[in-house]
């Protein structure tokens, strides 16, 4: 399976953009990026997901580089409940199982 | 239902004694999972649930955990013999299909004193 590398920790002003940076060099051809998040003692939230495509949806944006190498979660104006930590996943080949493998993600903490 | 539902949301049990977790995927979701997660730490696969196909239980921690799913719908984890470094919060999430991105219940939390 690919793996992710995320930032442990990052802050974000309140109002502003927040970018969050995803390298998943190992990434094979077929393999689609997701990002979810986890606010404290709920369950995880799916937020977003691409292939090579840029996306964007009611709740963020999701930029991959060309080479598939990284991918940058955009929240285009972060508010306090955005304070969450936020999941970069690597789904395994279709041919396989859909499981999702949860790294130790990035924790955002949105300040006013 | 419009979401998944897990129940209980909380279960204190005694070391040693069987525990079912039960969870109700989201009406015809074909995938269920399986997740825990300890106290402060990240999510831990445990168990995947794919329409008639043999499930990945490839995240069992031992074999005093296993998990059904009837007509495809409600799965059930169970349990047996619980112990202390089981106490964790169980998740399950379902999906439409194995592409499509999940959506979590609440969780169970469970407490093994």
């Known amino acids: 399976d690919a793996k992710t590398t995320q930032p442990p920790s990052m802050d974000c002003a309140e109002g502003r953009a927040a970018n969050l940076p995803c390298n998943h060099s190992?990434?094979?051809?077929?393999?689609?990026v997701y990002w979810y998040r986890q606010i404290h003692s709920q369950g995880p939230q799916y937020i977003i997901h691409g292939l090579k495509n840029n996306e964007t949806n009611e709740m963020a944006s999701l930029i991959i580089t060309e080479d598939r190498k990284s991918s940058t979660l955009i929240l285009p104006h972060a508010t306090l409940r955005d304070t969450a930590v936020y999941y970069c996943?690597?789904?395994?080949?279709?041919?396989?199982?859909?499981?999702?493998?949860f790294g130790q993600g990035t924790t955002l903490q949105v300040k006013p | 239902g419009a979401g998944v539902s897990q129940s209980p949301s909380n279960k204190v049990t005694e070391k040693g004694k069987d525990v079912e977790l039960r969870c109700d995927p989201i009406s015809g979701h074909t995938a269920l999972y399986w997740y825990r997660q300890s106290l402060g730490q990240g999510l831990e696969f445990l168990i995947y649930?794919?329409?008639?196909?043999?499930?990945?239980k490839s995240g069992l921690p031992s074999d005093r955990f296993s998990a059904e799913r009837t007509g495809g719908s409600v799965s059930t984890l169970t349990i047996q013999r619980t112990q202390q470094e089981d106490s964790a919060v169980y998740l399950c999430?379902?999906?439409?299909?194995?592409?499509?991105?999940?959506?979590f219940g609440s969780g169970t939390r469970l407490t093994v004193v």
């Open positions: 996943i690597v789904r395994p080949p279709r041919s396989n199982t859909g499981k999702l493998i």
């Open positions: 999430a379902s999906s439409a299909q194995v592409n499509y991105g999940y959506t």
């Open positions: 190992t990434i094979s051809g077929n393999e689609y």
């Open positions: 649930f794919q329409g008639n196909s043999a499930p990945d």
